[in-house]
């Protein structure tokens, strides 16, 4: 019997021999589940593909895909490391093998207002277009698909596990999607006549054109906005602070599910006046039914000498963003204090009950608390 339809077909057997690589999701681990290994000896798959979104500049080839828009000359490598011009065109390297694969509960993305306590099946390439100083994933997120140890997974094996592991979705994540938009943008398609949701976790770091196209396969979005200043972003990740925001409304207005991180780390994103204008801006810009996630720092990668976000930063965050006017805000990196939970915002009920990535109870019912509420999101 085939279980997809339209443009792959999953056998009983493929399905019995995938079923054994990557086993039943079950929601009890608050862990990745299974990580699978490549075989022992298995060669790195190299994963070229014609790169999408590229035109021919006076002084090379340039790409599209996000505001570093880089201008590649023969052989040379992308700020991303996973794209590089062979004769004249650019090629992503970062197709069909990931060095990443799990999978995760939705929660861990975060995603809390998105098919609460279903299972995602995750994947990432090495490369990344910013380069924090705090990145947790730096391993992976500041190589190169040639350095890495990859799986060889091209889009309808991804779907096919996906199916065979009973997650209802596909989170492109760990390290950044945008910088493997083919392999995502083809992924995704193919999710989608399979049935199977699609979930960009990403730093929101990416161009007009190529977001509108994408967002088209996409269901749910969970975007870092890492700073409110843009000399943070430039000195911390690299970057700038404008694209994001216009990338956080064109995944809404594109009618993706969205929800929002922010990590405060000392001495960086910690500053109150900042915080308080970051939350004004996304209240008055048509964010305040949009969960923000504020996430604790732990020392990582070049930020190793710094300390954990203090509790007491954390909690105020989430009370200037209330009194801003956001409806749903949480707390990440921090069990234990209930701050994970979702609260009515007109009777005050404890709707959703969460344990770290376990939801211990979901009371709404067709997308509405007891009293009547609609709670924004998707829940069934
Ligand atoms: S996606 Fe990569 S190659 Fe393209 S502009 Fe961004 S950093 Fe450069």
Redesign the pocket.
């Known amino acids: 019997m085939s279980l997809v339809n339209k443009g792959m077909k999953i056998t009983r057997r493929t399905f019995a021999r995938q079923g054994s690589l990557v086993m039943a999701a079950g929601m009890a681990a608050p862990v990745p589940l299974v990580a699978m290994k490549p075989a022992s000896g298995e060669k790195p798959a190299t994963g070229e593909r014609l790169a999408m979104f590229q035109e021919q500049g006076a002084r090379g080839v340039v790409?599209?895909?996000?505001?570093?828009?880089?201008t590649?000359k023969e052989g040379e490598l992308?700020?991303?490391r996973?794209?590089i011009v062979r004769k004249s065109k650019?090629y992503t390297m970062a197709f069909g093998n990931p060095c990443a694969a799990n999978v995760d509960p939705v929660e861990k993305k975060p995603l809390y207002h998105f098919l609460p306590g279903s299972a995602t099946f995750s994947i990432a390439t090495a490369?990344c277009?910013l380069a924090c100083l705090n990145c947790q994933n730096w391993t992976i997120s500041q190589s190169s698909p040639d350095k890495t140890k990859n799986y060889d997974m091209p889009p309808e094996n991804v779907v096919e596990r996906a199916i065979a592991a009973n997650c209802r979705s596909i989170a492109y994540t760990y390290s950044e999607p945008?910088?493997f938009?083919e392999y995502v943008y083809e992924t995704s398609k193919l999710a989608h006549d399979a049935g199977i949701k699609n979930i960009m976790v990403s730093n929101g770091y990416i161009n007009r054109e190529p977001l509108k196209q994408l967002c088209r396969h996409l269901d749910a979005a969970n975007i870092d906005l890492k700073s409110f200043s843009d000399s943070t972003y430039l000195k911390l990740n690299g970057g700038k602070l404008q694209p994001v925001l216009d990338a956080l409304k064109i995944y809404r207005d594109e009618g993706v599910w969205l929800e929002i991180t922010n990590l405060i780390v000392p001495g960086w994103t910690d500053k109150p006046d900042e915080i308080k204008q970051m939350c004004g801006w996304l209240a008055s810009n048509g964010f305040a039914d949009t969960p923000l996630h504020f996430s604790r720092f732990q020392p990582q990668y070049k930020l190793e000498h710094l300390p954990p976000t203090p509790a007491g930063i954390l909690t105020r965050a989430a009370e200037t963003a209330r009194s801003e006017g956001l409806k749903y805000v949480y707390i990440g990196n921090m069990p234990g204090a209930g701050v994970e939970d979702t609260i009515c915002p007109k009777c005050k009920q404890k709707v959703v009950d969460r344990s770290g990535y376990r939801i211990v109870t979901n009371n709404i019912h067709k997308g509405c608390c007891i009293c009547g509420t609609a709670i924004p999101g998707v829940w069934s």
């Open positions: 790409c599209l895909i996000c505001p570093n828009e880089c590649l992308s700020d991303c996973n794209r650019l490369g277009n945008v910088t938009y």
